[in-house]
Nanobody
Framework: QVQLVESGGGSVQAGGSLNLSCAAS????????MGWFRQAPGKEREGVAL????????YYADSVKGRFTISRDNAKNTLYLQMNSLKPEDTAMYYC??????????????????WGQGTQVTVSS
């Protein structure tokens, strides 16, 4: 059973930075895609930054390219999302997600089997 625990959310002013962490366990050696989704009130959940762990291939939503960076620490089984130059429109609940037996990166939330509890990011203008 895959377990994901996020941390690192908070409130910042526009232009600031936050670093989210997702501690993962239980996914064994299967090919895994992991990443970050976000959901703002009244909006659909969207893929923000995703990674296929075995290859290191990544996906970024256009809205965050150049500002967000997804990375991993294999020794700690932890996924990170460094968020720079934050904007008010980045305000949302951010979720870590994982999908086992992953071939190509899939950006649809329905493709992911495991989810963390979420961490709130609030950016004020």
């Amino acid at each position: 059973q895959v377990q994901l625990v996020e941390s690192g959310g908070g409130s910042v002013q526009a232009g600031g930075s936050l670093n989210l962490s997702c501690a993962a366990s239980g996914y064994g050696t299967s090919s895994v895609c992991m990443g970050w989704f976000r959901q703002a009130p009244g909006k659909e959940r969207e893929g923000v930054a995703l990674m296929r762990l075995s290859s290191g291939n990544t996906y970024y939503a256009d809205s965050v390219k150049g500002r967000f960076t997804i990375s991993r620490d294999n020794a700690k089984n932890t996924l990170y999302l460094q968020m720079n130059s934050l904007k008010p429109e980045d305000t949302a609940m951010y979720y870590c997600a994982a999908r086992q037996y992953c071939g190509l990166i899939n950006v649809l939330p329905l493709a992911y089997n495991y989810w963390g509890q979420g961490t709130q990011v609030t950016v004020s203008s």
